[in-house]
């Protein structure tokens, strides 16, 4: 995907120019920011709010399925060797099973939340063979808490937008809503960091 993530505006016109299935992909890949484009796109009249909102969920379900698969046929050797090649510890990784035999429902929601430990972390919850049923619930909460979030951003952010072109200071409105998007990323990931340790210590 050639394209500059941390440039709003760039994402937003390759959303808008490449529709609904380029945008599922990317959504696999950087879901925050691609569900948020969509959301503002939806905003203007590019797209179906609910179409985007349905693909977030499956962006992001999709990836984590394969991640809790390639744990559960590879084992647990082949979690642990990939968790390391992301920088995490044997004891992290130690902490981390026994986290999942006792708290497997949490232990998911907090790899959710914590997108450094997320991809190795789901690996290893496939490989401790948690119940499939489980794990996919865990995921489509914490899933589609985050994405109402990034939705009603997005979809404020193109609202306001919208309403910008025909004020008479319309052209100032898309720099105050870059800093308004910056400013809320920051506090939805401070949120989303303190929701992880919060969790983590239950």
Not at 126 to 146: C, D, F, N, P
Request: positive net charge; glycine residues 8%; contains cysteine.
């Amino acid at each position: 995907m050639l394209i500059d993530l941390s440039n709003f505006q760039q994402v937003l016109d390759w959303v808008i120019a490449n529709g609904y299935w380029l945008m599922f992909l990317a959504m696999c890949i950087e879901g925050p920011t691609i569900t948020t484009a969509g959301a503002f796109g939806a905003a203007l009249g590019y797209f179906n709010p609910f179409v985007v909102f349905a693909l977030s969920i499956m962006g992001d379900v999709v990836p984590d399925s394969l991640y809790y698969w390639m744990g559960r046929w590879g084992r647990l050797s082949l979690a642990t060797k990939i968790s390391k090649k992301f920088g995490i510890s044997e004891k992290r990784i130690l902490d981390l099973e026994e986290h999942i035999k006792l708290h497997g429902g949490k232990t998911v929601a907090v790899l959710k939340y914590t997108p450094i430990l997320a991809t190795p972390g789901l690996m290893l919850v496939g490989a401790m063979k948690m119940e499939w049923w489980k794990y996919i619930k865990t995921v489509l909460v914490v899933t589609s808490q985050r994405t109402v979030v990034l939705m009603i951003l997005g979809y404020f952010f193109g609202r306001t937008y919208d309403i910008g072109k025909y004020i008479k200071y319309g052209a100032v409105v898309p720099l105050v809503i870059l800093l308004a998007y910056v400013m809320l990323m920051w506090l939805y990931g401070k949120y989303s960091k303190r929701i992880a340790v919060k969790l983590e210590k239950i």
